[in-house]
């Protein structure tokens, strides 16, 4: 039995869909037992658990938790929800696999361990595909032309809010678990060292746009193990209302319906490339997808499937760190492509602001 929480959600009812049938039964949650109830009937056909519960009522969680092999959260805002369903899951012996997660869980969940379970957070597309698709293309690229000097990563897009994703932009930026502009240099992070690039054009981007310098905790642990001399990272964004309306917006549906205005007539798509160089050339992988929360999904599906399978060791992990990057590319089919070429040329964004330090 698998449980996914806020399984009728966005990224839930994809990531359920995926799951069921081919892996385990499912066991489907939410505050709302009648849309459970609705989901199981209808996309599901019948073949599935409706549970009605909230992940703030400790008794009901354990309940949802009892009996199940693996436990996927997709309820959100994780910045809300925290460590809450992991520890549930634990006690009540099962594994857990969260869409979302990373620093909002990481440190409570690593003080007090998995009490031998495993765990597998930021199993989505941001954070998760964007720490796990670098280390493929340094591997690729170690492998025929040396080590990787140089990381560029692009990712954004033009996509709805839901509501957990809306909460969970808001928390995470007062929270400031990344940092606005920083980037990565002689193997350390460097603060205020890149800025905003307004109205470019960018490859595989369908239109102009602006790419917003921002160094996540992913990032750096990426560019840590890669032992990266330099690293920039940018948030792009098709239309400057959501960025604008970021840090006055009151709540998550004001968030969600600027979003929704954005779209509105425009076809939406979301895009990740990187691009990492060595001493003789520069590759690129561009992944591709007109559904962001079905991408997240395929990757919450992926995990899910690879710790029932016991592929992933006991303890607590970072999607990137621990999942078959070459396996979890052959899992997107049908979702997002994906293209690794040389034929790009090196993208460069960066015109230096200034640095930390003494004159
Ligand atoms: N890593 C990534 O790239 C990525 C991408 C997209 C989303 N995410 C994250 O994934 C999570 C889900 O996002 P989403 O887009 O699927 O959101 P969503 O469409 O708003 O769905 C959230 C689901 O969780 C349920 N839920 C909310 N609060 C709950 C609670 N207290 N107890 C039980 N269930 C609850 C909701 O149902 P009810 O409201 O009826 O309870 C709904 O089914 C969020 O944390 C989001 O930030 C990650």
Redesign the pocket.
Known sequence: MIGV????????AAATLLLAGRAARVRV????GA?ARRFVAGALGGEGEAWQ????DPDALARFCRGCQVVVN?????YL?RDRVARAAFEEGADYVD??GDAASFAGLAATGTGGRTAVI?A?????LTGLLPRHLAALSSAHSGPAVRLDVYTGGLDRL????A??FLLAGAEERGAALAGWRDGGKVARALTPAHDVELPYFPGPVTAYPYLSAEAERVAADLGLAEARWYNVIAGDRVLATASTATSAADLARVAELELAGRTPYYVLLFQLSGPHNTSTLVVRTAD??AL?AAVTAHAARAVLAGEVPDGLHHADAVLDPARMLADLEGVATAEITDAVAPIDLAAPAFEEGAL
């Open positions: 929480l806020g399984g009728y959600g966005a990224v839930g949650g939410g505050r709302d849309a519960v909230d992940a703030f997709c309820a959100g805002p994780s929800l869409a979302a930021s989505g597309m941001l954070p998760g839901t509501p957990a994703a909460g969970d962001s929360y997240t």
